[in-house]
């Protein structure tokens, strides 16, 4: 059973970083693609970002140029850098691998924006 474990939640303040990690139990490069979701309440879980195993990226439109997905083969990880934060980026973010019809989630990690 895969298993992917995120990382790196917690606090940040408006204009600010914080960096997701997450670390799957197998190699990332055996999976079709890997990404990341965010989640509030009342609200469908939503796209933020995912790279493909040939390394191509995609965005939705609310964090292109301020989120960088990006991975590291050696770690079986991938990261999502998130910069000049917006409180409306207030989630738990989920990681997300996919191959072929499988889907894998991890449990969430929380991220606040607030000053």
């Known amino acids: 059973q895969v298993q992917l474990v995120e990382s790196g939640g917690g606090l940040g303040q408006p204009g600010g970083s914080l960096r997701l990690s997450c670390a799957a139990s197998?190699?990332?490069?055996?999976?079709?693609?890997m990404g990341w979701y965010r989640h509030t309440p009342g609200t469908e879980r939503e796209f933020i970002a995912d790279?493909?195993?040939?390394?191509?990226?995609t965005y939705t439109a609310s964090v292109k140029d301020r989120f960088t997905i990006s991975r590291d083969g050696a770690k079986n990880t991938i990261y999502l850098q998130m910069n000049d934060l917006k409180t409306e980026d207030t989630a738990v973010y989920y990681c997300?691998?996919?191959?072929?019809?499988?889907?894998?989630w991890g449990r969430g990690t929380q991220v606040t924006v607030s000053s």
């Open positions: 997300n691998a996919r191959r072929l019809r499988q889907n894998w």
């Open positions: 197998e190699n990332i490069f055996d999976f079709n693609a």
């Open positions: 790279i493909n195993v040939g390394g191509k990226t």
